[in-house]
């Protein structure tokens, strides 16, 4: 393994024949993620951008699950103004990174994934999700506002008023109606996502390498109006309701195992 990756730990890296297998690798968790793994998120796609032996990178988890969410861990950051800004920065840079990034980024989605971990799929270039898989925003649950990026890729992808559905409610979207709504490029059967995400990898290491980074850095100036438009306000949202009393309510309900801050499912 490069040099470049050595410092990853809950991200594992391997590079091979031009494509980076970069695998979410905490499965006695679930893949939680805790505040100092967050960073990660934040640089692995400056570090792939930047590695003249990468031409694509393919992004899996290892376990039943893809990313449950970050927990109580984060919940509690908010009365540390300082570490709240950290972690806001990280999170502006994780969306920065994908939308700068110009080499083709494949993600396979298995299991549950919440959160900030689901909305780092959802900036991926080819999205490929499991028919057992559930993804949710989740931030509402939390009593907070959606300021990881959901707010600005959701509406792209499915159009606003879906949109408003998930992310006002916290709610679990199924496979086939992610598929449907095109949240998802395609869905392929329990277990079989990371193999499919190997082979789409392998067709776009194989293409013409310029025309494909020109043609994604084009695709995603919408990304970047979107960027503009929604995401540094609800990053400023997110900050705001973090320090709002009904986050500690929420903060507690999640170390007690307790329902999220709007309830279950509609």
């Known amino acids: 393994m490069s ?53 694509v990178a393919v992004i899996t988890a290892n376990g039943p699950d893809f990313y449950i969410g970050g927990g109580a861990s984060f919940l509690d950051l908010y009365h540390s103004p300082p570490e709240a800004m950290a972690i806001m920065g990280e999170i502006r840079e994780i969306v920065q990174s994908h939308i700068e990034c110009e080499k083709p980024v494949v993600c396979a989605i298995n299991g549950v994934a919440k959160g900030g971990g689901a909305t780092f799929a959802l900036l991926c270039d080819y999205i490929i999700l499991e028919r057992t898989a559930l993804l949710s925003d989740g931030h509402i649950r939390s009593a907070l506002a ?43 059967e329990e277990g079989q996502g990371r193999a499919r995400a190997i082979a789409v990898g392998r067709r776009l290491a194989g293409g013409p390498q310029t025309a494909l980074r020109k043609t994604k850095v084009a695709l995603n100036q919408w990304l ?30 999640a170390k007690n195992g307790g329902p999220g801050a709007i309830g279950q499912d509609v």
Not at 25 to 36: G, L, Y
Request: net charge negative; hydrophobic share 35%.
């Open 3 to 55: 040099d470049r990756y050595a410092r990853y730990s809950y991200l594992d890296v391997v590079v091979d024949d031009r494509i980076a297998m970069i695998t979410i690798d905490r499965p006695e968790t679930r893949n939680r993620c805790e505040p100092e793994d967050h960073t990660e998120f934040s640089t692995i796609l400056r570090d792939i951008n930047a590695d003249p032996d990468v031409d």
């Open 146 to 188: 959606a300021g990881d990026g959901g707010t600005m890729v959701w509406p792209l992808s499915i159009g606003l008023t879906v949109a408003k559905k998930y992310l006002l409610t916290g709610d679990n979207i199924s496979a086939e109606d992610a598929e449907r709504f095109g949240l998802v490029t395609e869905v392929v």
């Open 224 to 253: 970047r109006l979107g960027q503009t438009t929604s995401h540094e306000y609800a990053l400023g949202m997110q900050m705001l309701t973090g320090i709002h009393p009904d986050v500690l309510v929420a903060s507690e309900n």
